[in-house]
C-alpha cells in the first residue's frame, strides 16, 4: 500500500481534543514547582538482577533497569524532570487511612507534600533506609520508614510501620503505587515498544501478583509478590495523581492489603473482588509490609516463575468463566497441602472434596451452579489464602439464544415514522432504563453505524451463523433490505456504491421538522455530526461490520435450505465482496490500518475461491497483499487511528500469517500477550486491554481499564490461531479460551450484551449500553471452537467439551454453543461443519482413530458440510472443500 500522506477528513475529532486537553494539563504540572529535590542527587544500587536509582532527598524509585538491560526503566524515569511534583505518585510512596477519635477516615500520604526524608543507616541486606515523616502530616498516629533490601537475589520494597500513638490504632486503608512506565504520550508505536510497559493484576489475596510487561512482549517481564503481610486485597485507581489520564495514558494503580475505609465509602455500592478488611495496631506495635521484585525471563515462564519462589499456582479449566454445563477443573500447586475452601456466594460453586494429585497438581472438578460471579477462596495448611474469582454463566447455548432474543425483541427498533430510516433495525440499548436508544450526543450511537451503533444488530447476526433461528432471521433479512442495503450502506450505481456511513441519525436542526432532538440531550459537542458528516464514507472500521452481516447471510443461505429467501446466496457473498473491495477506494486513510473484524475479509476470500469466484478472488487478494505489504515494511505494523491500540493486531496477524509474512505475525502475537495475561481471575483472564472505548460507546464514560471490551475475542482468534500452529504452547491456549469466553461473560442472564464490565472498584459492573458489544461477539462467533489436548502436567484436558477417558478411548461430548469446531491437539486436526453440529468427539490414543457423532438432522438442515485439514478421504460427495453428509432423524457416528 502506498504511503498515505493526506489525512482523511473524518479522523476522529475526540483524538484531537482529547490530545489538546492532555496537553494542558502536561503544561499545568510543568508550570506547578519542582518539591522533589532531584537536583540534590540520586543513590545508585544494585542488586543481582536490577539497577536501582532512587532520588537522594525522597529516596523514590528514579529508575528501575534489569542488570541485563540497563537501558531500560520499568518506571516512568523518563519524565522525572515533568512529574517531580507535589501530588504526583513516584514508585516507593505509600497511601494509608486511620480512623480518627470521631470514627471517621482521615488519608494520608507521601506523595501530597514533598519534603526531604530522614535517611537511616543500610547495612547488611539493606540497601537503603528511610523515616518517612518529613513528607507526612504531623498529626499521623504512625511512624513509617521505608527499606529498600536485597533477597536471594531479588529487590524487596518493605514498609515498617509503627504506631507511635498511646492508643489503638486501625489502619482502614494501606495501599503502595504501582508506577510504572504506562505513559504512552508523545511516543511512536516504535518508541512505545521498545520503551513502554503495561500492568495486569491478579487480585488474589496472599496468592496475589502483578505482571509488568514491555508492550513488545518481549522479556525480562517484572513479577510483583507479596513478601510480608502483603495480600492483594483491592486494587485502586490513583485519580487524584495528576497526570492526564487519556488515550495514551491508562492512569496508575495501588496495589492494596487493606481497603476497608473504601469500601464503606467510595466502594460502598460495588461487590468487591475481595472482602474488604482492615488492620488494628496496638500502641507500641510495629508491622512490617513488603513486595518482591522478581524478574521473569520470558512471559510464558511467570508461572514457572510463581513456583520456583513457592507461591500458589492456579490453573483453570476452560478457564474461570465457567458455563453451567461444564465439568470444570481446577488444578492448584503450592507447597503446602488444602486445608478448606469457602465459596461466594453459597452454592454458586461446587467442589471437589477429594482431589486427585498428580506432578505436584491437586485436581479438582468444579461446577458452576448460580448464574454470576462467584469468589473461591482456598485456605492453605500454613493458613495462607487464595482468592479466585469466577463468573457463573448458562450453558453457552442458552447464553447464545438468550443474547440472541433480547436483540431481537427488546432492541428491534421498527418505529415506522422514523425521520432517519432505522426502521427496521436492532438498536442500540440502555439496560439501565430498560429502553432502546434513539437519540444520544455521540451520534452513531443511535446511528446504526460505526462500532457503538452497529454493535446492536452486527451481534444479531453473527448470533445467526452459530445458532440460526428462522424467525430471527426473518427479522434480519428486513433489515438487511429496507435498513443496511440503501440505507447504511450506498446501493446507489454511483461512486460512493457499497460504501459504508459513519451514521444515519446525525444532528441537523435545520433539516428536520421541529421537535425532532430531544431538549434533554446536550448535541453541542463534536461527536453530534451533521448530516454530512455522517454520510461520510472515509472511516474503514465501519466497512467490516457491514461485510461480516453480508458473509453471514451468505452462509446461511449457502448452507442451509429455507433459512434465508429474499436474496440468493450469490447476492450476498457478492455484497461481502464489493463492501471489502470499497473499503480499499472509499476509505484508504484508515484503510491502511489493521481493522476490527478483519478477519472477516479472509473468511470471505476463502469463501470466493471454493465458490470458484477467482477473478473476485484474485483482486480481493491483491487489495489485502498491498495492505500486508505495507505492514510489512513496519517495525510493529499494527497502528491504528490511535496512537497506540489492541484493535488492529487480530487482522494484522491473521493477513500477515496468511501471506506467509512470519515475521510479522510473530511481531504481533508477541505483542498481544503482553496486553493479554492469563491468571485465575475471570475479570483478567484473556483480558485484552482496551481502557477508552467507554467515551466512545459506553454510558458511564470515562478513560478505565475495561474487562472484557471487544478486544478479549477479537484477539484471541490469532491466539487460537497459533495455538493450532503450536499446540505444545499450551500458554496460547489458556490465554486464547479466557479471551473468547471472556468475550460473553458480560452478556446478562436475559440476555443483554454489554459494551464491558467496568473495573474501578467503585463500580465493578457491566456498563448499561449495548454500544460496540457486536464487535467482540463477531470473535467469539468466527472463533467458537472445542480444543482437546494432553498436557505433560495436567493430563488430558478439553476447552469448549466434557473429556472422559474410557482406557485408550478418549471422549468429549461438545458444549459450544456451534458445536462446529473441534481441534484435536496431539494429531494436529482441525475438524470444522460449514453446516450441521458435533455432539460427541473420540480419540483412541492407541489406534488413533478419530470418531465423531453428527446431530439428528433439521428442518432447514437436512446436510452437513464436514471440512478435515488432514489427508483423509470419506466415502462422501466433495462439495467447496466440504464432504457433503446426509443427516438422518438420528445421530449418525464417522469414523476417520
Not at 503 to 509: C, K, L, Q
Request: overall charge neutral.
Amino acid at each position: 500500500m502506498k504511503k498515505i500522506k493526506v489525512l482523511a477528513l473524518t479522523i476522529c475529532c475526540l483524538i484531537a481534543s482529547d490530545n489538546v486537553q492532555a496537553q494542558e494539563y502536561w503544561d499545568k504540572i510543568k508550570a506547578k514547582k519542582s518539591t522533589l529535590e532531584t537536583d540534590k542527587g540520586f543513590i545508585n544500587l544494585n542488586t543481582k538482577a536490577f539497577e536501582l536509582k532512587l532520588v537522594k532527598a525522597s529516596q523514590t524509585v528514579a529508575a528501575l533497569s534489569p542488570i541485563s538491560d540497563k537501558t531500560f526503566d520499568f518506571t516512568p524515569g523518563d519524565r522525572l524532570s515533568i512529574r517531580d511534583k507535589d501530588g504526583l505518585y513516584q514508585l516507593g510512596d505509600i497511601n494509608l487511612r486511620i480512623k480518627g477519635a470521631d470514627g471517621s477516615w482521615k488519608s494520608y500520604s507521601t506523595a501530597v507534600k514533598r519534603a526531604s526524608v530522614t535517611a537511616l543507616n543500610a547495612s547488611g541486606n539493606v540497601l537503603a533506609a528511610a523515616d518517612l515523616s518529613n513528607t507526612l502530616p504531623a498529626d499521623i498516629p504512625l511512624t513509617i520508614k521505608r527499606f529498600y533490601e536485597e533477597k536471594d537475589g531479588n529487590l524487596i520494597l518493605r514498609f515498617e510501620i509503627t504506631n507511635k500513638s498511646n492508643s489503638t490504632q486501625e489502619i482502614g486503608a494501606l495501599g503502595v503505587p504501582m508506577i510504572f512506565n504506562n505513559i504512552l504520550e508523545g511516543k511512536t508505536l516504535d518508541e512505545t515498544h521498545l520503551h513502554n510497559v503495561f500492568f495486569d493484576p491478579y487480585i488474589g489475596k496472599d496468592a496475589g501478583y502483578l505482571e509488568v510487561k514491555r508492550l513488545s512482549g518481549h522479556g525480562p517481564a517484572l513479577l510483583l509478590l507479596p513478601e510480608e503481610n502483603m495480600p492483594f486485597e483491592a486494587y485502586r485507581p490513583l485519580l487524584d495523581d495528576e497526570t492526564p489520564r487519556s488515550i495514551v495514558f491508562e492512569g496508575f494503580h495501588e496495589w492494596m492489603p487493606f481497603s476497608k475505609a473504601y469500601a464503606d465509602q467510595e466502594w460502598k455500592n460495588a461487590d468487591q473482588w475481595n472482602t474488604p478488611n482492615s488492620l488494628v495496631l496496638k500502641a507500641g506495635e510495629s508491622k512490617s509490609f513488603s513486595l518482591r521484585f522478581v524478574l521473569v525471563d520470558e512471559i510464558e515462564n511467570i508461572q514457572k516463575s510463581l513456583i520456583q519462589n513457592q507461591r500458589p499456582v492456579a490453573v483453570g479449566v476452560p478457564g474461570y468463566v465457567l458455563p453451567e454445563d461444564v465439568d470444570g477443573k481446577l488444578f492448584l500447586k503450592y507447597k503446602k497441602e488444602v486445608k478448606s475452601f469457602k465459596i461466594e456466594p453459597e452454592g454458586a460453586l461446587v467442589i471437589d472434596a477429594k482431589p486427585t494429585n498428580k506432578n505436584g497438581y491437586f485436581q479438582y472438578t468444579i461446577h458452576g451452579k448460580k448464574w454470576g460471579r462467584a469468589r473461591l477462596t482456598v485456605i492453605y495448611e500454613d493458613g495462607l489464602e487464595q482468592t479466585i474469582n469466577y463468573k457463573i454463566i448458562k450453558s453457552e447455548t442458552n447464553v447464545i439464544n438468550d443474547f440472541g432474543h433480547f436483540l431481537t425483541t427488546a432492541q428491534w427498533f421498527d418505529e415506522k415514522n422514523d425521520p432517519f430510516h432505522r426502521n427496521p433495525s436492532v438498536i442500540s440499548y440502555d439496560y439501565e432504563t430498560k429502553k432502546q436508544v434513539s437519540q444520544d450526543s455521540r451520534v452513531w450511537i443511535a446511528g446504526l453505524s460505526d462500532e457503538g451503533g452497529a454493535g446492536g444488530w452486527l451481534g444479531a447476526m453473527m448470533k445467526e451463523l452459530i445458532a440460526p433461528n428462522k424467525e430471527e432471521i426473518q427479522k434480519l433479512e428486513q433489515f438487511v433490505d429496507k435498513t443496511l442495503w440503501g440505507g447504511i450502506q450506498y446501493n446507489t450505481a454511483d461512486t460512493l456504491k457499497y460504501g459504508v456511513k459513519k451514521s444515519v441519525f446525525y444532528y441537523e436542526p435545520k433539516l428536520m421538522p421541529e421537535g425532532t432532538y430531544s431538549k434533554d440531550v446536550n448535541y453541542k459537542t463534536w461527536a453530534a455530526w451533521d448530516k454530512k458528516g455522517s454520510d461520510d464514507p472515509g472511516r474503514s472500521y465501519n466497512y467490516p461490520h457491514v461485510a461480516a452481516a453480508h458473509w453471514t447471510m451468505y452462509r446461511l443461505a449457502r448452507y442451509h435450505e429455507g433459512l434465508v429467501t429474499n436474496h440468493p446466496w450469490d447476492w450476498y457473498l457478492k455484497n461481502a465482496y464489493e463492501t471489502s473491495i470499497a473499503m480499499t477506494t472509499l476509505a484508504p486513510y484508515y484503510a491502511q490500518f489493521g481493522q476490527m473484524e478483519g478477519t472477516v475479509f479472509l473468511l470471505i476470500l476463502k469463501d470466493l475461491k471454493a465458490e470458484g469466484y477467482t477473478e473476485m478472488a484474485n483482486n480481493l487478494e491483491a487489495k489485502m497483499k498491498e495492505r500486508a505489504d505495507h505492514w510489512r515494511t513496519l517495525n510493529y505494523p499494527f497502528g491504528s487511528e490511535m496512537p497506540w491500540d489492541s484493535t488492529g493486531q487480530e487482522e494484522v496477524y491473521m493477513w500477515s500469517d496468511y501471506f506467509g509474512y512470519n515475521d510479522k505475525a510473530k511481531v504481533t502475537l508477541d505483542a498481544i500477550l503482553a496486553y493479554m495475561p492469563t491468571m485465575p481471575h475471570w475479570a483478567y483472564n484473556g483480558n485484552a486491554r482496551r481502557y477508552w472505548d467507554f467515551l466512545y460507546g459506553g454510558k458511564l464514560s470515562r478513560v478505565e481499564r475495561q474487562i472484557h471490551h471487544y478486544g478479549s475475542t477479537l484477539n484471541a482468534i490469532p491466539v487460537l490461531e497459533q495455538f493450532r500452529k503450536t499446540p505444545d504452547d499450551f500458554h496460547l491456549l489458556k490465554v486464547g479460551y479466557g479471551g473468547l469466553l471472556g468475550g460473553i461473560s458480560n452478556i446478562t442472564e436475559d440476555g443483554f450484551g454489554a459494551a464491558a464490565f467496568h473495573s474501578y472498584p467503585e463500580t465493578l459492573r457491566i456498563d448499561y449500553l449495548s454500544g460496540d458489544y457486536g464487535s467482540g461477539f463477531f470473535g467469539y462467533a468466527v472463533n467458537t471452537a472445542t480444543f482437546i489436548t494432553n498436557e505433560k502436567e495436567y493430563g488430558w484436558l478439553a476447552f469448549g467439551g466434557n473429556l472422559k477417558e474410557k482406557g485408550d478411548e478418549i471422549e468429549v461430548t461438545i458444549t459450544t454453543a456451534a458445536k462446529s469446531k473441534v481441534f484435536i491437539a496431539p494429531k494436529k486436526l482441525w475438524l470444522t461443519l460449514d453446516a450441521g453440529t458435533f455432539n460427541k468427539v473420540s480419540y483412541n490414543t492407541k489406534t488413533g482413530v478419530v470418531s465423531i457423532t453428527l446431530d439428528p438432522k433439521t428442518a432447514y438442515t437436512p446436510n452437513a458440510y464436514l471440512r478435515v485439514d488432514h489427508d483423509v478421504k470419506l466415502p462422501y460427495e466433495k462439495v467447496r472443500g466440504a464432504y457433503k453428509i446426509a443427516l438422518k432423524s438420528k445421530a449418525i457416528q464417522i469414523k476417520l
